[in-house]
């Protein structure tokens, strides 16, 4: 019963170095989504899909790219790490049933990034 | 735009203690209101929710009243344990919100500690 899984778990990067977080979800879901949490800030979109081969800009979106080329999975890329990229990143998914917007969303358990 | 605002944390309670967690939030359309809940080192799972006023969405004690009057969201449990240690976040989504209804918008997170 895996539900959403993030990989990695915990990774540390310097700056300029790029990597990619990999996000999959077995439910079946349309929806998928990424998020940071910061200190004091609460979880924060950063882009966010709507289906396969479809993805938009969240509330946070600069210095991020995303890919989803497979309904299942959700690749969320930094190109060329900054320090203010620490963080840790959150995946989530969900179900398109009717109206989308009051339909809970399902979380990984996150992954920490930190960016010396 | 939309917002949450929750009540800052941490909050300690003695267990067995009575739980209120206020949130109130401002939306553009007619909104669907959610608790999250987040262990130490997990991902955010749902706790409750609720898509109309006057529900009161219910789970493991705890319960919340959507109050469209006064735009809240109020979390309550009558005796909180130890194993409730958790950050509690409260959440919206709205029909109307920005590019599409399928984001949800956070609360900064409380920061509950129940001691034994």
């Known amino acids: 019963n895996a539900g959403v899984t993030q990989t990695p778990k915990f990774r540390v990067l310097k700056t300029g170095q790029s990597m990619t977080l990999l996000c999959a979800q077995d439910?079946?879901?349309?929806?998928m989504y990424w998020y940071r949490q910061d200190p004091g800030m609460g979880l924060r979109l950063i882009h966010y899909s709507v289906g396969e081969g479809t993805t938009a800009k969240g509330e946070v979106p600069d210095g991020y790219n995303v890919s989803r080329l497979k309904k299942q999975n959700f690749l969320l890329g930094l190109e060329s790490a900054a320090p203010s990229q620490t963080s840790v990143y959150f995946c989530a998914s969900s179900y398109q049933k009717g109206q989308a917007y009051n339909q809970p969303q399902h979380f990984g358990d996150g992954t920490r990034l930190s960016i010396l | 735009g939309d917002s949450v605002t929750q009540m800052e944390g941490p909050v300690t309670l003695s267990e067995e203690a009575f739980l209120t967690i206020n949130c109130t939030y401002t939306a553009t359309g007619y909104p669907s209101l959610f608790w999250y809940v987040q262990y130490p080192g997990e991902g955010l799972q749902l706790l409750l929710k609720?898509?109309?006023?006057?529900d009161k969405g219910s789970n493991k004690g705890f319960e919340a009243t959507y109050r469209k009057e006064t735009t809240s969201f109020h979390l309550e449990k009558g005796s909180v344990q130890v194993s409730d240690s958790a950050v509690y976040f409260c959440a919206l989504s709205d029909e109307y919100s920005g590019a599409g209804s399928y984001q949800l918008t956070f609360g900064k997170g409380t920061k509950l500690s129940v001691i034994p």
């Open positions: 439910m079946n879901h349309e929806y």
């Open positions: 609720a898509t109309k006023a006057d």
